[in-house]
Nanobody, 118 residues
Framework: QVQLVDSGGGLVQAGGSLRLSCAAS????????MSWFRQAPGKEREFVAR????????YYADSVKGRFTISRDNAENAVYLQMNRLKPEDTAVYYC???????????WGQGTQVTVSS
């Protein structure tokens, strides 16, 4: 059983940056692919980014490609999402998640709110 705690959200102006963090405990972190998802009000949860177990491979939604960067530190049991050039449409609750490959993740963080003002 893996426990995930998201942090780093906040209010930022359009064009600004935020860095989200996710701390994992209770499992073997390096065996999981880690992902970030987001859910905006009135919308379904959507995929944002994923990083492979060793960190060699990353995948991004088209809407964030070139602006967001996912990374991980297996020694610290942490995954990060660096978000640059933020847009109002990036406003959402962001969740980190742990799973295997591209399958639906098995474990989820509690979410952290990101609000981008125009």
């Amino acid at each position: 059983q893996v426990q995930l705690v998201d942090s780093g959200g906040g209010l930022v102006q359009a064009g600004g940056s935020l860095r989200l963090s996710c701390a994992a405990s209770g499992g073997t972190f390096s065996t999981y692919a880690m992902s970030w998802f987001r859910q905006a009000p009135g919308k379904e949860r959507e995929f944002v980014a994923r990083i492979s177990r060793g960190g060699s491979f990353t995948y991004y939604a088209d809407s964030v490609k070139g602006r967001f960067t996912i990374s991980r530190d297996n020694a610290e049991n942490a995954v990060y999402l660096q978000m640059n050039r933020l847009k109002p449409e990036d406003t959402a609750v962001y969740y980190c998640a742990a799973g295997f490959g591209s399958q639906t993740p098995d474990y989820w963080g509690q979410g952290t709110q990101v609000t981008v003002s125009s």
